[in-house]
């Protein structure tokens, strides 16, 4: 067992594994080496009970390639890049927490151009002379002002740099 104490972002935040072997005959899962347990207790501002998570899964990482503490903190770095990354292009740039769709069958279908939109920007900047400094809001602006530049762009054959 491994466990940390974080506070940060207005919340505090406890987290503890648990991890035992397997096999991957016991489990059906091709490569399992262990399963693991997380526990999650997260206290949003001055509140006096944390809203409690607990998300099971299974590595491939033995006992000496996966420690407890090093699970631990591949799976904050997991979310850590999905929250600071893919998350916040989303919110950000999409403002996808404050869309007012409410349809239950819109949501998704919304949610699912906004990633093939960012799947495309990610694209459309390797392909760029100078990729470190195109943007997504620059594949925005350049969509918007050249309509059929674009669509020429999405239906032609994507060749690598």
């Known amino acids: 067992m491994a466990q940390t104490d974080d506070k940060g972002h207005g919340r505090r935040e406890w987290r503890a594994i648990w991890v035992c072997p397997t ?4 489990t059906q899962f091709a490569g ?7 526990e999650r207790h997260i206290w949003l501002g001055q509140a006096e009970k944390p809203r409690i998570e607990v998300v099971v899964g299974i ?8 420690t407890p503490e090093r699970l631990l903190g591949l799976v904050r770095q ?17 403002r996808e ?7 239950p069958n819109a949501t998704p279908s919304y949610a699912v151009l906004r990633a093939v939109a960012i ?3 990610g694209q459309h900047k390797r392909a760029q002379k100078c990729p470190q400094t195109y943007h997504l809001p620059d ?3 350049d ?3 050249a309509i059929n530049k674009a669509i020429a762009w999405l239906t032609k054959a994507y060749v690598p740099p």
């Open 139 to 141: 594949f925005h602006r």
């Open 143 to 145: 969509v918007r002002f």
């Open 78 to 94: 997991h979310w850590g890049a999905i929250e600071n990354g893919h998350h916040h292009r989303r919110d950000r740039t999409y």
């Open 32 to 38: 399992a080496s262990q399963l693991l347990r997380l």
């Open 23 to 26: 096999d991957p005959w016991s």
């Open 119 to 121: 799947f495309l920007a």
């Open 59 to 66: 590595t491939s990482l033995d006992a000496a390639q996966g």
């Open 97 to 103: 927490d404050n869309s007012p769709v409410r349809d």
